[in-house]
């Protein structure tokens, strides 16, 4: 099965900044795939309202099953993929003295092998269609000093090598790679980890002092993710009210 339209895939899309991307997705007429532990009826309705085709899967990204999974869904529904947004992710703080191995691997697993997990499951048909735009979500918290982050921080800079890597290895096949980083920001996600009150004060030491929201960044991932992103590739850009400074 093919279509003319093009399909998206994002992660983490039940809520916050991964419903906000398919919500913005949607509006330029692409179908979205939302991928998620959580049921994503509530991202799917809004999507399906814009006039676009809406799947949702109930998955564990870090799985390494989920790439044939969703390959399987994309062959089956519809044929293509043209844009993968990988956004899923956590972020527990905890210090160093009290950091296990264990929660060690699960960050990494969640917020940087399922990045290489979802491309290997939509690779097959940006390789075969020559275009692609890959874009994962980082964080800059990199830039700051904030403590009981290691674990999230060390699987963020991850991010960002594996974006430099795959940008130099897909560009033959047409398709970029980028990165975008959002600052603490008032997502449902953000709010059950980060007091609000630490929020406010990132705020104030950025350039545009104002919490973030889910919408802020989806400007630069919709960018990213456009037919005019075509000579932007191994990028990362901080969507977080210029606050940290590459």
């Known amino acids: 099965m093919t279509q003319d339209r ?11 900044f991964g ?16 991928v998620d532990l959580s049921d994503c009826t509530e991202t799917l309705t809004q ?9 949702g899967i109930v998955a564990d990204v870090s799985d390494p099953g989920v790439s044939e999974r969703i390959e399987k869904l994309l062959n089956d529904e519809f044929g293509r993929c043209d ?8 972020f527990p703080t905890k210090s160093i003295t009290e950091l296990d191995y264990a929660l060690w691997q699960k960050v990494h697993r969640i917020n940087l092998d399922s990045q290489f997990l979802m491309v290997k499951g939509v690779l097959p048909f940006m390789t075969k269609s020559g275009y692609g735009r890959i874009v994962n979500l980082t964080s800059n918290s990199l830039g700051l000093t904030a403590t009981g982050l290691s674990h999230y921080m060390s699987s963020k800079a991850g991010v960002i090598g594996f974006t430099r890597g795959l940008a130099t290895d897909l560009a033959e096949f047409g398709i970029t790679v980028n990165a975008v980083g959002p600052t603490a920001s008032l997502t449902a996600g953000g709010k059950s ?6 929020i406010e004060e990132v705020a104030k030491m ?16 919709m960018f990213l993710s456009s037919e005019q992103c075509a000579w932007v590739t191994g990028q ?8 940290v400074r590459l």
């Open 47 to 55: 999507v399906q309202a814009l006039g676009v085709r809406g799947v």
């Open 206 to 221: 950025q350039a545009i002092k104002r919490p973030g929201t889910s919408e802020d960044i989806v400007g630069t991932v």
């Open 19 to 34: 419903q906000a991307i398919s919500i913005g997705l949607a509006k330029r007429g692409i179908d979205v795939v939302a």
């Open 193 to 198: 980890h980060i007091d609000i009150k630490l």
């Open 236 to 243: 990362t850009i901080m969507a977080d009210g210029g606050l």
């Open 83 to 90: 844009i993968l947004v990988n956004n899923a992710g956590i």
């Open 6 to 16: 093009q399909v998206a895939v994002v992660t983490g899309a039940a809520q916050g």
